[in-house]
């Protein structure tokens, strides 16, 4: 089998196009090609006239002589192979069934660990319709909602799979996506994404496999207390919705809480858990029309069901020394109301797998670090993060709508009365103001620089009836649970602080991926004993 990379296509190119080019590159008949199977696929939009795919192929033949060339290689199938380990005792637990508590828990339960997974939310259909509820009445429920329950924060996102790690391990996780029932392109695609019509029934297939192989999720299930004994994890103490408080007695604890289980950290500080603040970003969603970006990135094949809708990712350093880019890039989306606190606002954005909406929108954020929010502790960025939810709530007119202002007002510091040519999809309904009013000048000031710089490369970012929505304040974790090699606590032995809640990942693969590496160390431990 060998890996030929940088084939360039046509959009009207074929199985067979890329079948004759592969022969050429390995110097062979195309008859000699037994099978040919895509690596890798994206799009090459730098010449707007010509759009071109560029792929990576793997293709078995009967080559007489060693194929020779530096896009050339061989290719092995790759299989994640789970470490052996020695079941314990006390069977480990997950806190958390994000994708770091649930690839953690697939991994700790494929080695016969049996794994206990606690869960503050719901399962997942139970949670879409609570979802449901708040967007179309602004009822919300604190215990399960965006942030929390099955499937995790990005279970109502865009499903985005793309993401800076090179850790072998992603491919585990996109193999195991796939074998749940995701489609199969996100293997191949360089920008995979499932889209948050296609994660539930995912996410599902995924906790069945882990009950099939003896693991257990409790759902409405909230860990309230971690028990120890002599610096080292005892068990945990759990509160179940409407059913009391228990004890689980384990060595060994994955706390995957995800970014915005604040209630949680509360009580892990007080307990004295080894903890710092981190920077992280803050800001505002940004919305256009879908056929701007997509004329701005395809010219004129804006519109070619072969490309889908178009995306960007852009990012300027401004000359304050701040850095200002987009994030969680939404084509075809819709602005989420993200809130899990009472009276406290916050926003995401989420897309079908279709990704066939009116508008694309990101997340415009801005860089921050511990000295912009002061002192209080390695709990300060949190705080911070509640101070902006709290104002972008009044703002908003205490009811969970959006405060919202057009572009062309931000940018003259004027309040917006209404707005134009865009309509903002954030479900409760929206109330045109000025931002200025929740977000601190020095935000608010480079944010306005940073989409005038933008706009110098992606024309149209400035459009003046495009939309902000406030606030965007959960793009990470503002706080790091610090762990060492082991990845154990520093402070609590048996304690595996894992993925974006504790501030070692930022989306759902590079999450699933700290998971998995937690629970390979918990299975080297356990062989150890």
Partial sequence: MYRISDISIGLDGTEDDLKKKAAKRLNVPVDKIKSLKLYKKSVDARKKGS????????????????PAGAKIKKAEPYRYAVPAGVKPAKRPVVVGFGPAGMFSALVLAEAGQEPIVIERGCDVDTRRKQVGLFFSTGKLDTESNVQFGEGGAGTFSDGK?????????????LQAFAEAGAPEEILYLAKPHIGTDKLPPVVK????????LGGEVRFESKMTKILQKGGSVSGVEVEARGAGAYEIETGSVVMALGHSARDTLEMLCSLGLMMEPKAFSVGARIEHPQYMIDSAQYGKSAGDPRLGAADYKLAVHLKNGRGVYTFCMCPGGTVAAAASEENRLATNGMSSFARDGANANSALLVGVAPGDFGGGGPLAGMYFQRKLEEKAFMLGGGNYRAPVQRVEDFLLKRASESTGGVKPSYPIGVTPCSLDACLPPFITDSMREGIKLMDRKLPGFAYPDAVLTAVESRSSSPVRVTRGADMQSLSLRGLYPCGEGAGYAGGIVSAAVDGIKCAEKILAASAEK
């Fill in 51 to 66: 759009i071109r795919f560029i792929c990576t192929v793997d293709a078995e033949c009967g080559c007489v002589r060693e």
């Fill in 161 to 173: 799979l793309n993401t800076g790690t090179k850790d072998v391990r992603v491919r585990a996780v």
């Fill in 205 to 212: 297939n995924i906790r069945r496999r882990i009950i099939q």
